[in-house]
């Protein structure tokens, strides 16, 4: 079993630029597609963006796309998700997590979370 640990979230004016981390623990983070998730209060969850384990194939979703990228590093265990442009309705609880395919918009096992707030 995979354990995923995010972080890199904080308090950003809109406009500007964060990076999130997910580290994996285990030795099969390579075979896994990796996917980022938000949840903002009051709302449920949402597919971000995903990447293949390979780290060959991204797909997003329209509401990040061109502003966001997920990025990989299977020597590192650790799958990065670099947030441009940020706005302040991409305030949310970010998660990552593991996929059985990039293309999924669904997760299996998760991380705790960490907190992004963009401010107006």
């Known amino acids: 079993q995979v354990q995923l640990v995010e972080s890199g979230g904080g308090l950003v004016q809109a406009g500007g630029s964060l990076r999130l981390s997910c580290a994996a623990s285990?030795?099969?983070?390579?075979?896994?597609?990796m996917g980022w998730f938000r949840q903002a209060p009051g709302k449920e969850r949402e597919f971000v963006g995903a990447?293949?384990?390979?780290?060959?194939?991204?797909y997003y979703a329209n509401s990040v796309k061109g502003r966001f990228t997920i990025s990989r590093d299977n020597a590192k265990n650790t799958v990065y998700l670099q947030m441009n442009s940020l706005k302040p309705e991409d305030t949310a609880i970010y998660y990552c997590?593991?996929?059985?395919?990039?293309?999924?918009?669904?997760?299996?096992?998760w991380g705790q979370g960490t907190q992004v707030t963009v401010s107006s």
């Open positions: 997590a593991t996929m059985t395919s990039y293309l999924s918009r669904r997760g299996d096992a």
């Open positions: 285990g030795r099969t983070f390579s075979s896994y597609a």
């Open positions: 990447i293949s384990s390979s780290g060959s194939n991204t």
